[in-house]
């Protein structure tokens, strides 16, 4: 599943953010012992790729041998009900009460569904399942009729059930009681007269009603204007627990089964699912048609997807035979904004099929690009859905940054098809298998499609590991598995500590690995074993398993501190958590950098013997930032490398210079490094012609920028930056239009140099350099006048925002009649934000008030507007208002997708740094903190953090810049 999440060099004012936000939890004990079943094909595949051992590692963590008992019966044909099952034993699943129950009243007084998992007694093997969707007035009316193969004896159905209606049960052989539904649980209970055996398939049929909900979740519609007409379409999004809305099943990813899916509705529409359509009749009486689809392959219920709709779509076809389809909007389709997305998904698949030696599985891969989702794109098997944004490029008007995220979405959901649908995790708790891996390869399939992006050696950097370690160094983080009881524990398992931890830690392992070519299906200490044994027999004696359960199974990160102790022995301190860090040192100097050497770290303090050191020479560690951890040094060690990253930045590599940068600064947030260090640090950026340290500076000092924006002192800070800025900006100049630029404006050479040249606009026009000021006036004044966009797009979002926060209100008319008129999604996008950039707050507070009370802003769209306002300095007051104003109306609409309701809370609360704003937080908390699950206490805890740093660091801080001593 894709997290929304906005744009990197998303303005705010003219300074850029990025999202970053995770879900607090305790931490709590947990079992580790898991084991594991396997597709076999996929086994076979894995073999040969090292990688792809990882990933069966991972497997193995997750898939739990208790099914496999199950499993492996199948063999055994059916008799039963429809015969008895030969063999005997009985799987226990987990949860499940095992023994047989001598007597009923245990039985009924043992209540199952008053558990918050699925007993376990019964196991779905097949569904047939038939709706008839009624388009005109958004309900639908369905019957399933459910395949059950009973595992321990029992009197009790239990399955999930939220808001279906009008059920009516009936049971073939089995004798029913009595049924109800169990609201608290999202169950449904039939009761039997009679015990159901072990061993046996029963069948139970369903009827039921349900509404096509106007809410992201479930089975729900949403709606585009085509020639000025409103056309509807209805979707499904069903991860993780929302299949339970659309019919009546056994909602947990443990539970797989196969799917018959028969769809009736209205001719003008088309209907598409997870496999092709088999058959399609159309009725004589009404002329209705009726779809029914090929079976599934086993899978779990939140995989299973469905559309309504009246798109168009293009297709294309891979080498094996896979058609790829992508249905959009008519004109979408015929505007060629789909072209892209279709073009790299042929050449993913190709990919994914080599990397993990397996197949695609199914004969068809649907893209459906639709305007309204909870979520960036979700990977149903076969029909992967994406929100516009995420999948419609316009090339003409699209930014480098728009189309990096669009592919990395597509990257990250094709990979799915294999990690997730192919694999998929027994419980929701161990999420981050699929998602970090998926991440993860969001890097690798990127590179392979564009090597010249470089993602996988330098994006991987500033966009994942320095991102989770700046979320993961809150004490609100959680370990990367963390336990999950509720269904409202679940969405927060879906965050950035799940898909870029995991990533993070995977390039340490790929690196430590890349000797081993076997792997083990079974538990996963034997892995772990197997793998220690190996790197035993390259000399180094490592207790695998031991050192991946400190990561995966503790939050945080470990500080490593290095401090000379004499000239050849250095003194190595590990802060927090007990770890074993794999600590990479180098030792160099003005003109040589030494081969550096591997220590593992495994107590609080430990003494080396590292080689002869002069007054010159300077220790550098966690070469390439490969590690998860942060370095710090002594002040004169710091002095050292930043005089020569004055001097020689070159000596220092890309990924080490862009790593000091935010060890640096993050270090002296936490008051472990004092202010002036980082800044002196930053001050050899006029030197620095790479970007992938700007990139780290720039948000290194968004962060800070967040902190001081409001305080009197704010030009010292807002000038420093510009000086650093200055040199570097001007030299690159702005990007021209010329019409070499047209319809592959990022690809290919140019790219690292254009992100460099936008990051430098940015930084300048967000700081208030003026030449930056008054050249995106200039553009902004030619589109009015003449009526043409001649603005560069890889900068148009920030000559957007610049353009209104500086110019009058006519401006923002004129940029809100574009915004209606705009077909272009990303044009739409950007567009829309730069709205939220006027200093104005009454057009601010219209803005927010038409986006929650008209449709002139989409759906999802609107948590965006809250959140951009609140960057905008003349309107946090505002959204923060706005915020707890509208809270009730917010948390009915978006509550139940938690996932938006922690973006919206994380969004309108990083800012918040006084005391009288902790307070207010405080108080809302108090208030209304109820059913908003974890995300308000980690905002608590970050507000806490800014109102720490003023009143510990700030004095220092501006200290430092009123009087900046000279270098050396
Ligand atoms: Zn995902």
Redesign the pocket.
């Known amino acids: ?3 929304n999440d906005s744009s990197p060099g998303a303005m705010r004012n003219g300074r850029g953010l990025s999202d970053q936000w995770a879900e607090s939890v305790v931490v709590r004990p947990r079992t580790t012992e898991r084991h594991i079943t396997v597709h076999k094909r996929l086994v076979l595949g894995f073999a040969l790729s090292i990688l792809t051992l990882i990933i069966v590692t991972a497997v193995a963590v997750v898939l739990s041998v208790r099914f496999e008992e199950c499993g492996g019966r199948d063999r055994d044909g059916m008799t039963g009900e429809l015969g008895s099952r030969g063999s005997s034993g009985s799987g226990k699943m987990n949860g499940s009460r095992g023994e047989r129950m001598g007597e009923r009243g245990d039985e009924e007084a043992a209540q199952p569904w008053r558990n918050s998992r699925l007993p376990g007694s019964l196991r779905p093997r097949h569904y047939d399942l038939r709706l008839a969707v009624y388009m005109d007035n958004f309900t639908f009316s369905g019957d399933v009729s459910i395949e059950l193969e009973c595992v321990n004896a029992t009197r009790f159905i239990v399955l999930h059930s939220d808001l279906v209606e009008k059920i009516n049960i009936w049971g073939g052989a089995m004798r029913i009681h009595r049924h109800f539904p169990f609201p608290a649980n999202q169950m449904y209970v039939v009761v039997l007269h009679r015990e159901l055996k072990p061993m046996r398939l029963y069948r139970l049929n369903i009827t039921f009603d349900a509404a096509i909900e106007d809410e992201l979740l479930g089975f729900f519609r949403s709606s585009y204007t085509l020639q000025r007409e409103k056309r509807y379409l209805a979707v499904t999004q069903f991860s993780p627990i929302h299949a339970r809305k659309a019919f009546p099943c056994f909602d947990e990813p443990i539970y797989k089964a196969t799917f018959s899916l028969t769809l009736r509705h209205d001719p003008q529409y088309t209907s598409l699912s997870n496999m092709p359509v088999e058959s399609s009749t159309l009725a004589d009486e009404d002329g209705w048609v009726t779809n029914h689809f090929a079976r599934t392959p086993r899978m779990s219920t939140y995989y299973l997807a469905w559309a309504v709709c009246n798109f168009t779509y293009k297709e294309t076809q891979t080498d094996s035979g896979v058609t790829i389809r992508l249905y959009a909007r008519p004109d979408a389709i015929s505007s060629g904004a789909g072209d892209y997305a279709l073009h790299i998904t042929k050449r993913l698949l190709g990919f994914y099929q080599d990397y993990f030696k397996v197949q695609y599985s199914l004969p068809k891969l649907d893209l459906l690009a639709v305007p309204k989702h909870p979520y960036a ?3 149903n098997w076969g029909l992967s859905v994406f929100v516009e944004q995420k999948i419609l490029l316009d090339a003409e008007v699209s930014s480098s940054s728009y189309q990096m995220e669009l592919t990395m979405v597509v990257v ?2 094709i ?2 098809q294999w990690f ?1 649908d192919l694999v998929t995790p027994v419980w929701w708790e161990d999420v981050w298998l ?2 970090g891996f ?2 993860f390869f969001e890097y690798v399939g990127t590179d392979f499609l564009f090597p010249k992006w470089n993602m996988e050696k330098q994006r991987f950097l500033t966009d994942v590991l320095h991102e989770v370690m700046l979320l993961d160094g809150l004490s609100s983080s959680h370990p990367i598995s963390q336990e999950v009881q509720q269904a409202t524990d679940i969405d927060r398992v ?1 965050d950035w500590i799940a ?1 870029k931890k995991v990533s993070a830690e995977l390039v340490f392992i790929q690196k430590d690995t890349s000797q081993i070519h076997m792997y083990s299906n079974a538990a996963r200490d034997d892995l772990w074993n197997k793998l220690s044994q190996a790197m035993r027999s390259e000399g180094r004696d490592i207790n695998i398993g031991e050192m991946m359960d400190r990561w995966t199974l503790q939050m945080g990160y470990p500080i490593i501190t290095i401090i000379l102790l004499t000239i050849t022995d250095i003194v190595l301190l590990l802060h927090s958590l007990q770890w074993q860090v794999p600590l990479t040192v180098a030792l160099g100097n003005a003109s040589t950098v030494c081969s550096e050497s591997l220590i593992w770290v495994n107590n609080k303090t430990e003494t080396h013997r590292i080689g002869e050191m002069d007054d010159n020479t300077w220790l550098l560690g966690n070469i390439n930032q490969t590690g998860y951890f942060r370095v710090n040094y002594d002040l004169q060690n710091w002095k050292l490398l930043i005089q020569q990253l004055h001097n020689n930045p070159q000596i220092i590599s890309v990924g080490n210079r862009a790593g000091l940068i935010d060890d640096a600064f993050n270090l002296a947030r936490a008051g472990y490094l004092p202010q002036g260090v980082s800044l002196q640090l930053i001050g050899y950026l006029p030197e620095e012609t790479s970007f992938l340290p700007w990139h780290a500076a720039s948000r290194a000092l968004y962060q800070l920028d967040k902190l001081l924006d409001r305080t009197d002192e704010y030009s010292l800070f807002s000038d420093y930056v510009l000086k650093q800025v200055a040199s570097r900006y001007h030299q690159i100049g702005w990007p021209t239009n010329g019409p070499s630029n047209e319809g592959s404006n990022v690809l290919q050479a140019s790219y690292q140099t254009e992100e460099l040249q936008r990051e430098l606009i940015m930084l300048a026009c967000s700081f208030g350099n003026k030449q930056c000021h008054r050249q995106a006036v200039v553009y902004i004044s030619d589109w009015i006048s003449s009526n043409k966009n001649r603005i560069p797009p890889n900068i148009r979002d920030i000559v957007y925002c610049t353009g209104v926060s500086l110019m009058d209100e006519d401006v923002w008319e004129f940029i809100w009649m574009k915004f209606h008129s705009s077909t272009a999604v990303s044009e739409k996008k950007i567009l829309l934000e730069a709205l939220t950039c006027s200093d104005n707050t009454f057009l601010l507070n219209r803005l927010l008030n038409l986006s929650l009370t008209s449709d002139l802003v989409p759906e999802q769209d609107v948590i965006d507007v809250i959140i951009h306002v609140g960057r905008n300095p003349q309107g946090r007051n505002l959204a923060w208002k706005y915020f707890r104003d509208k809270w009730d109306v917010l948390n009915a609409r978006y509550g139940e997708a938690l996932f938006m309701n922690s973006k919206l809370i994380g969004g309108v609360t990083e800012f918040l740094n006084t005391e009288k704003e902790l307070s207010e937080l405080k108080e809302f908390i108090q208030s209304s903190g109820v059913g908003a699950g974890p995300a308000l206490p980690r905002a608590l805890e970050i507000v806490e953090g800014n109102v720490r740093w003023h009143r510990l660091h700030r004095r220092q801080f501006y200290q430092w810049l009123r009087k900046p001593p000279a270098l050396g």
């Open positions: 599943m894709g997290l794109a979700m990977e990250h959901e990979c799915h997730g699929k998602e998926a991440h879906f898909y």
